[in-house]
T-cell receptor, first 113, second 110 residues
Framework: GAVVSQHPSWVICKSGTSVKIECRSLDFQATTMFWYRQFPKQSLMLMATSNEGSKATYEQGVEKDKFLINHASLTLSTLTVTSAHPEDSSFYIC?????????FGSGTQLSVL | GQNIDQPTEMTATEGAIVQINCTYQTSGFNGLFWYQQHAGEAPTFLSYNVLDGLEEKGRFSSFLSRSKGYSYLLLKELQMKDSASYLCAPQRAGSYQLTFGKGTKLSVIP
């Protein structure tokens, strides 16, 4: 099956710094990637839909200026958490579509101190 | 690691009942999610089981047996709009990681 690679797996950063998370489709081209966030014991919550070559579509309540998404190629989307704060500590997961199926990255655990 | 097994495809008739099974092997287990995904769309949350037993939510129910590493999703009174992929996703204990199965593509026919 298709493989989606997400890096880093975990990151610890200081409050006020920015963190970039990469999501790559390794063996297929993904015109659309999804970014999710999951808080403990809660469901994955869709943050935004990343479209190659155009602006991302953000879900209601997600600050687009805080969560910068770049999808410059058909195999790479990045999520940058700018000026991270402790409340941004969460599990972030990306996914990409291939052949009408959704493949997920393994996720990034972000801890902001 | 986690091994997740669910049927690749299923077909059922409108108005019928269908059960989608999922078995998993995981080193440490927190709970299990079921997601529905329509083609080209993001998955939507269906259920989350932590304790053994059946959780009913409208037309959809989900069952979990932690000791057996087994879950199923039960869909009643099938509608055409239920044609979608259903993703089983166990959650590892001590981690927020969700590992999804490859999904079961359900086709509801008239």
């Amino acid at each position: 099956g298709a493989v989606v690679s997400q890096h880093p797996s975990w990151v610890i950063c200081k409050s006020g710094t920015s963190v970039k998370i990469e999501c790559r489709s390794l063996d297929f081209q993904a015109t659309t990637m999804f970014w999710y966030r999951q808080f403990p014991k809660q469901s994955l919550m869709l943050m935004a839909t990343s479209n190659e070559g155009s602006k991302a579509t953000y879900e209601q309540g997600v600050e687009k200026d805080k969560f910068l998404i770049n999808h410059a190629s058909l195999t790479l989307s990045t999520l940058t958490v700018t000026s991270a704060h402790p409340e941004d500590s969460s599990f972030y997961i990306c996914s990409a579509s291939s052949m009408d199926k959704l493949f997920f990255g393994s996720g990034t655990q972000l801890s902001v101190l | 690691g986690q091994n997740i097994d669910q049927p690749t495809e299923m077909t059922a008739t409108e108005g019928a009942i269908v059960q989608i099974n999922c078995t998993y092997q995981t080193s440490g287990f927190n709970g299990l999610f079921w997601y529905q995904q329509h083609a080209g769309e993001a998955p939507t949350f269906l259920s989350y089981n932590v304790l053994d037993g059946l959780e009913e939510k409208g037309r959809f129910s989900s069952f979990l047996s932690r000791s057996k590493g087994y879950s199923y999703l039960l869909l009643k009174e099938l509608q055409m709009k239920d044609s979608a992929s259903y993703l089983c996703a166990p959650q590892r204990a001590g981690s927020y990681q969700l590992t999804f199965g490859k999904g079961t593509k359900l086709s509801v026919i008239p």
